[in-house]
């Protein structure tokens, strides 16, 4: 699993942070990236301990780990609710987040906008005045170009990702592509993604605004929570 950012105590701790909130009868979405990972394995470890919870992966890479753990697992087709999701962040600024690091923000925007709560597991690395990180586009492969095309139009810079040991590109477990998309500092993300979700061919992009209920903040000495 790729790891970005602060050290693995502190995602550890702002997973094990969330993985506190889930109670007996939950379903739980499940986020995707190294700090949601210490969170599904928390959760694992309470199921083992006698919680009843059900997890709902929003990847290939977090259903594998709640199998993993020995997490009974749901989908959104056979639950009614979603009690609360824990997600990592590429980047934070209040309840504004950058996600798609791991090209799984489609899923993971669809379980967190679900649930009755998401609470976001991070470290400090994550946090930021205003958004400035690259926004993430899963586009249709047919799609590519033109994307890329409106993306400069709205005045950004498209990359396509590229995979690290592959030749080509980066396809996500939809089987479409990623643009990381350089827009400099996002002074109005809510402008921004609208814009974005209008591309033909834009299947999801990585700004979830204002969609953060609370944020855990992993340090060395403990946890931070922002509540909004
Ligand atoms: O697509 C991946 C996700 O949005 C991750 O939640 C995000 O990239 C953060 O991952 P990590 O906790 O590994 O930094």
Request: aromatic residues 2%.
């Amino acid at each position: 699993m790729k790891s970005t950012g602060g050290s693995d105590a502190e995602k550890r701790a702002a997973g094990e942070s969330a993985a506190e909130a889930v109670e007996d009868g939950a379903v739980v979405g499940l986020g995707t990236g190294s700090t949601a990972a210490h969170a599904i394995r928390a959760i694992g470890r309470k199921v083992d301990s006698g919680l009843d919870a059900r997890g709902i992966p929003t990847s290939f890479q977090s259903r594998e780990l709640a199998k993993e753990a020995g997490m009974p697992l749901t989908t959104l087709d056979e639950t009614d609710a979603v009690d609360l999701a824990i997600d990592g962040a590429d980047q934070f600024s209040g309840p504004h987040l950058v996600k798609g690091g791991g090209a799984a923000h489609a899923r993971e925007k669809i379980v967190d906008a679900a649930a009755d709560r998401l609470l976001v597991v991070a470290d400090p690395s994550k946090e930021a005045e205003r958004l400035d990180h690259p926004v993430p586009v899963e586009v249709l492969p047919d799609a590519r170009t033109t994307v890329a095309a409106e993306i400069r139009a709205l005045g950004g810079s498209p990359t396509l990702r590229s995979a690290e040991r592959k030749d080509g590109p980066v396809v996500t477990d939809n089987g479409n592509l990623v643009l990381d998309c350089d827009f400099g500092e996002i002074p109005n993300p809510a402008e921004l993604a609208t814009d974005l979700a209008a591309l033909p061919g834009a299947v999801e992009h990585g700004l979830f605004v204002g969609m953060a209920d609370e944020i855990h903040v992993g340090r060395e000495d403990g946890v931070e929570v922002e509540e909004f």
